[in-house]
């Protein structure tokens, strides 16, 4: 019977970290997003920025925000544990393998961040968040979820880390967005979008794919096991409904923007996959492969509605729409789960509680997020500042922040 536990065990943990790779593997899925949707000149700084969320990412959740996500504490913050993951015990995992799966999930709600405050924020300042990502709001608001706080007492389900990860990021996008204000040149003196295209759509698009790769960690790692025909059909079964969900969302893009804009537009359907495979992420095991269509095409149509409304209404600058793919679709996810899960959701005749702990969760927790990156941000506008000068604005951040460009 030992000899049965140790081998399941094994497998468990060879697939966690399989998928613990394939999520790393997002990192440079996002670099090449972030660096083909912003121009040439600010490339090496877009690309030192996902570095930076990695390695800050992996050091301080080992020091300090492991800790505080899973370990015991309170429903509200994880107890202490510094340098320390052993604390995890009867798990069909190490420690070490919860460790650095969840390390991918941290440095990836960092990402996002930085997509939405391109091209005009000091390098320095762009740490300094990135940090407090890592030790102070994502570790705190997974650990009401994910490490058995006050939300999971409730019963709030975020698979993946639709709210979790990927709202919590839109989130603090946002409000950096906000108090940066837009770049140069972003909107005439009458109040008019005007475009600002990407140097590399090629990069942008490869980005995207190995996105979708990554995200077949993302979301079957999740189930944190492998072996047995339960855990075996979980994973397909979420497999299955996150590559539906990015399928619809992408080609619902491509129907809508050759309808409204006279042409398919490639840039808009790569950020349309991605609407929905976070759309999806919440509930990608527990709704059905035609409930999880159905999210890939609302987040699609959300996502091209959001762009134009952040920037054309709120004159609000997000070079990559980091806000509408991670941060509203995010929400719409974790609320359609709600609706679509077959067990529970409102569509099957659970009724209106599960949906209700859906929606307080995402409040809650988007709120957290919103809020304390706003202040931390603007704390740091009034004492430092955090938008580099006009003149380095103007010729790339790439040669004065970091002394080198991308393109010689």
Not at 139 to 152: F, S, V
Not at 168 to 189: C, E, H, N
Not at 251 to 273: A, D, E, M, Q
Not at 361 to 384: C, E, P, Q, S
């Amino acid at each position: 019977m030992e000899t049965v536990i140790s081998t399941i065990n094994s497998i468990d943990t060879v697939w966690v970290l399989l998928a613990a790779m394939l999520v790393f593997w997002m990192q440079p899925g996002f670099a090449l997003v972030e660096a083909g949707f912003t121009r040439s000149k600010n490339t090496a700084n877009i690309l030192m920025k996902n570095y930076v969320d990695f390695m800050v990412g992996s050091i301080l959740f080992w020091f300090i925000g492991f800790g505080i996500m899973h370990g015991s504490g309170n429903g509200f913050i994880g107890e202490l544990h510094l340098f320390d993951c052993s604390f995890i015990g009867d798990s069909n995992i190490p420690a070490e393998a919860a460790l650095i799966f969840q390390t991918m999930f941290c440095a990836t709600a960092a990402t996002i961040v930085s997509g939405g405050m391109a091209e005009r924020t000091k390098f320095s300042m762009y740490i300094v968040i990135s940090i407090a990502i890592s030790v102070l709001i994502y570790p705190i608001e997974g650990h009401w979820t994910w490490g058995g706080g006050w939300l999971a007492d409730l019963g709030f389900h975020d698979f993946a880390g639709s709210t979790v990860v990927h709202a919590v990021g839109g989130s603090i996008a946002l409000a950096g967005a906000m108090i940066l204000g837009p770049r140069r040149g972003k909107y005439t003196a009458s109040g008019k979008s005007v475009a600002i295209p990407g140097h590399n759509l090629t990069f942008g698009v490869l980005g995207v794919f190995i996105l979708w790769l990554g995200w077949f960690g993302f979301n079957p790692g999740s189930q944190l096991a492998a072996d047995g025909a339960e855990n075996a059909t979980a994973i397909s079964h979420v497999f299955c409904t996150t590559n539906m969900a990015a399928a619809v969302g992408g080609f619902t893009v491509l129907v809508l923007t050759w309808i409204f804009y006279g042409k398919p537009s490639l840039s808009l359907v790569c950020n349309g996959v991605l609407a929905g495979l976070v759309g999806i992420t919440a509930g990608c095991d527990m709704v059905s492969i035609g409930g999880s269509a159905i999210i890939g095409l609302v987040c699609g149509a959300a996502m091209l509605g959001s762009v134009a409304f952040i920037d054309k209404v709120c004159k609000v600058d997000d070079p990559v729409g980091a806000v509408s793919v991670h941060g509203v679709c995010g929400i719409l996810g974790t609320l359609m789960t709600g609706l679509l899960a077959v067990d529970g959701g409102l569509f099957y005749g659970g009724g209106w509680h599960f949906l209700g702990v859906e929606a307080l969760g995402v409040v809650v927790t988007v709120a957290w997020a919103f809020v304390l990156g706003y202040v931390i941000l603007k704390l740091l506008d009034l004492i430092w500042g955090i938008r580099v000068e006009p003149r380095v604005e103007e010729e790339g951040l790439d040669i004065y922040e970091h002394g080198e460009t991308a393109y010689n």
